[in-house]
């Protein structure tokens, strides 16, 4: 029927290239990394004299972002890394495990973030940046002693800038850091959490998470993840990989995103709804959370965007939208208010229905 889902094979990550700076060698994880890329069987790998990375080349803008998306770079995080940022509404602290994401999401949020080419970035110093993460418990204000969401402790988002599952075949990172969250001696509690749009969790299922990890599966409508979500596992890859998590003991969620009202909207995001809930029926003691995210852009994301895909055909019409800005008074265009408030009161109806024990956390 119009919208089924069904599944496609899995997908796994493999640089074309790998690109590894000399104090990134240095590192044990650096190394790790070296030595997950050759079993991967990566042929391209090498070692730089020094800590620059080297041009990625490409005559256009488009054979510049293939490159680039083709290409690893082990690097060692700045100093700015370890000085934490809070994320609202998602986390009390961001931390960064990687910049750079392997899918070719056409409305991909890190456009008008990151800038140059999207060459994928895995940090070799791991160590440095899970050991600094002490120093930020309960000093958040997200979660962190509210009323709402204290019963999470403090919160660490690890993916606002890469997809760590995606790229977890050939870094590992994520796995480090779902085993340090799970057996370090935390002075209070503490939550990692993670969203992705990959589906493998086999890796992750035995790993000593304690319940201090959050893995949320972004998923969407048929009618948007067929159209805009290249390179990705597909949406039931996903839901069956949430279910594997669910039934490991993990803490799972739903980041449904970018939520567009495209045609038939409701009949897509119900169907979506549904695939979850068939899912989830047989985890036990399920702990489900849902983040709710409509789509947006800004005049520097557009403009990347169409640089990467000029023949998208993704809705980006000023004329369409509202002006909204941030605290610095960058500016975003939303959805108007009308649409904004029927995408909110369906989604408020329709998950209770379906899951009724998932908690929303946001809409925005």
Known sequence: MQGELTASPAR??????????????????GRTIVARCVAAGVQDIELLTGDRLPPIGGDTTRASYAKAKSTLAVVVAPPSKLKLQPIPPSA???FDLAEGCPAHCQYCYLAGSLTGPPVTRAYANLDDILGNLDGYLGHGAVTSGTAARGGEGTTFEASCYTDPLGIEAVTGSLSAAITHFGQHSWAGPAQLRATTKFDDVDPLLALPHNGRTRIRLSINAAGVAGRFEGGTASVPRRVTAL???GR???????TIAPIMPIADWRSGYDDLLRSVAVELGTVADLDLTVEL???RFTPR???????WY??????????LRRQKRGKFGAVKHVY???VMNELKQWFSAAIPLHLPAARILYFT
């Open 301 to 307: 994301s557009k403009e990347v965007l169409l640089g």
């Open 12 to 29: 796994l990550w493999r640089p074309k290239r790998v690109l590894v700076t000399r104090s990134a060698y240095e590192r044990d994880h």
């Open 92 to 94: 009390d602290w961001r």
């Open 293 to 295: 995210i409509t789509h």
């Open 310 to 319: 000029p023949r998208t055909h993704l809705e980006m019409s000023e004329d």
């Open 243 to 245: 279910g594997k998590l």
């Open 336 to 338: 108007p208010a009308p």
């Open 248 to 254: 490991a003991g993990y803490p799972i969620g739903l």
